[in-house]
């Protein structure tokens, strides 16, 4: 049996531990196995397959889940190894740091936390396993006690060696749940229903987000492509006329495997502005625009730090801007309630 003094009792315990990688072996994901795992370890090292083997005879056959598995094996000296693993499922990410002296120790630990991580009703059956105890020093021998010539001298057995408790398993970072998230988004749009002179219009925003496991918290921002507007049937009589918004918005955001399903409603600001153009004392103007938008998206994940978004949603106008050249009748009013469909990308931090 190999000594591990550092790794045994941690086997164990090792439900708890936090760290990025970037991988040598890639294990893909399949309908069986739902583990997607990525391996850098030196070539003395156990192999992504060791580590895959390690989790399949752990993992329960029922109520599996996917994930993302990330680890890097590094010695620091003859006698020390670290693990740096990542964990990332439906519960969120979880880093950890393990040390031991050796790395096929290393890959079986990777194994049991992979297997907990893909089905939590494991992380109680795990096998302990115990390390030998310290050989202990040769027993020293108790001199005999000095008795009169004329009795026997009778020898007193040496004591029986202590046993040498257990070595402490190594320290290692307690785990971290990643609970709140960051994402910048970027997004090309289209907007209906004349808040604009046109029936339909080109729109280009981008968001920042607070992402949590169930919700997140939106900071958007969106203009819409200036439009030209004539005064009653008069090509070269009229106004141009555009729009930019800033809101932000709640959303509820569910979550199942890759996808993301963000529902929410909030408030945006912004101006609308005009500049007429074919009168002799050309001008322009600027009005307050608020309205309420309600949208439900979805987000694809195809990896961990990229989300593809598109979505629907319909903006109530609160204030509905008009123009008019001047001593003219009325050119244009918002629309009352605008429709959007929207396609984006968003980047996720940390």
Do not use: K
Request: hydrophobic letters at 45%; proline letters at 10%.
């Amino acid at each position: 049996m190999r000594p591990l003094r550092a790794i045994g009792p941690l086997v164990a315990a090792l439900v708890f531990a936090d760290a990025p990688v970037h991988a040598r072996s890639v294990e893909p994901v399949s309908e069986v196995d739902p583990i997607e795992l990525h391996w850098d370890a030196p070539a003395a090292c156990p192999g992504a397959d060791r580590v895959r083997e390690h989790a399949r005879r752990r993992r329960g056959t029922e109520g599996t889940t996917r994930v993302v598995a990330r680890g890097t094996v590094r010695a620091i000296d003859a006698a020390t190894w670290v693990l740096e693993l990542s964990l990332e499922g439906e519960g969120g990410r979880e880093d950890r740091e393990i040390r031991a002296a050796s790395c096929d120790a290393l890959a079986e630990a990777a194994g049991l936390l992979i297997a907990v991580a893909a089905d939590p009703s494991r992380a109680s059956v795990g096998p302990a396993v115990v390390p030998p105890p310290a050989t202990p020093d040769a027993a020293t021998p108790v001199p005999t006690a000095a008795e009169p010539a004329s009795e026997p001298v009778t020898p007193i057995a040496a004591a029986p060696p202590a046993s040498a408790p257990p070595a402490a398993p190594t320290t290692a970072e307690r785990p971290r749940r990643r609970r709140v998230s960051g994402a910048i988004r970027a997004e090309l749009g289209g907007q209906f229903l004349r808040l604009l002179p046109r029936v339909a219009d080109v729109t280009f925003g981008g968001a920042l987000a607070l992402r949590m496991p169930l919700s997140r918290v939106e900071v958007r921002g969106r203009y819409a492509l200036a439009q030209r507007v004539e005064q009653g049937g008069l090509a070269d009589v009229g106004g141009v006329i555009d729009l930019w918004t800033l809101g932000a918005s709640g959303c509820f955001a569910p979550r199942w495997r890759r996808l993301e399903f963000p529902i929410c409603a909030g408030v945006e600001l912004g101006a609308m502005q005009g500049r007429s153009f074919g009168v002799q004392e050309g001008g322009r103007a600027r009005s307050l625009f608020a309205a309420i938008p309600i949208d439900a998206n979805l987000i694809w994940s195809p990896i961990p730090r990229v989300g593809l978004l598109a979505g629907a949603g319909a903006a109530a106008s609160l204030v509905r801007p008009g123009f008019h050249l001047r001593d003219q009748a009325l050119l244009f009013r918002a629309g009352p309630v605008g429709l959007r469909l929207i396609v984006g990308i968003e980047l996720r931090f940390p």
